[in-house]
T-cell receptor
Framework: ETGVTQTPRHLVMGMTNKKSLKCEQHLGHNAMYWYKQSAKKPLELMFVYNFKEQTENNSVPSRFSPECPNSSHLFLHLHTLQPEDSALYLC???????????FGPGTRLLVL | AQKVTQAQTEISVVEKEDVTLDCVYETRDTTYYLFWYKQPPSGELVFLIRRNSFDEQNEISGRYSWNFQKSTSSFNFTITASQVVDSAVYFCALKLATQGGSEKLVFGKGTKLTVNP
């Protein structure tokens, strides 16, 4: 399935910038997720939303701020990031919390 | 604690060879799900298969097959007659249940497969 889109695909930002990542799913799913994929590390779950409500925050620093205005859209607001936050940020969705997750293409973020 | 181990960091084969990607998992739960995802250079994780802990039947889908063995906590993935397009990073994952009924996927570190012509 290719029903999860992410924008932008690539982002370069300075440590003092504020930017937002966007995820949109066209699958009619009710759960959405943010993952971080760093080099040589396993994928890390960051946040989970079910029916627009945040149900998991995996000890993510407050410089990452998620927003889920409806079941189809998920944002990740970024501010005062660090170079170690450079990574591939992947969004996923699932029909419910118990169903298979489908992933978007990711946003490759570089923090200078 | 739940954990997924993919001991093979990188594998390189020649086209048409068969290749098996290993996955070993740890969990105390009796009910769980196992997954394989493929990540081509474009970055998107492509879902390949989901298997629940009560179903130990092996599965075949075209050139792909999966061998689930609870006795050894393994869920290995074999590609028969590999092709250059199979080159990607392959992730094995274990699903946990979290509060609110959400899924939490625990991923292995992935195995990078390179298929050379």
């Amino acid at each position: 399935e290719t029903g999860v889109t992410q924008t932008p695909r690539h982002l370069v930002m300075g440590m003092t910038n504020k930017k937002s990542l966007k995820c949109e799913q066209h699958l009619g799913h009710n759960a959405m997720y943010w993952y971080k994929q760093s080099a040589k590390k396993p994928l890390e779950l960051m946040f989970v939303y079910n029916f627009k409500e945040q149900t998991e925050n995996n000890s993510v620093p407050s410089r990452f701020s998620p927003e889920c205005p409806n079941s189809s859209h998920l944002f990740l607001h970024l501010h005062t990031l660090q170079p170690e936050d450079s990574a591939l940020y992947l969004c996923a969705s699932s029909r419910s919390g118990k169903e298979t997750q489908y992933f978007g293409p990711g946003t490759r973020l570089l923090v200078l | 604690a739940q954990k997924v181990t993919q001991a093979q960091t990188e594998i390189s084969v020649v086209e048409k060879e068969d290749v098996t990607l290993d996955c070993v998992y740890e969990t105390r739960d009796t009910t769980y799900y196992l997954f394989w995802y493929k990540q081509p250079p474009s970055g998107e994780l492509v879902f390949l298969i989901r298997r629940n802990s009560f179903d130990e039947q092996n599965e075949i889908s075209g050139r792909y097959s999966w061998n689930f063995q609870k006795s050894t906590s393994s869920f290995n993935f074999t590609i028969t007659a590999s092709q250059v397009v199979d080159s990607a990073v392959y992730f094995c994952a274990l699903k946990l249940a979290t509060q609110g009924g959400s899924e939490k996927l625990v991923f292995g570190k992935g195995t990078k497969l390179t298929v050379n012509p």
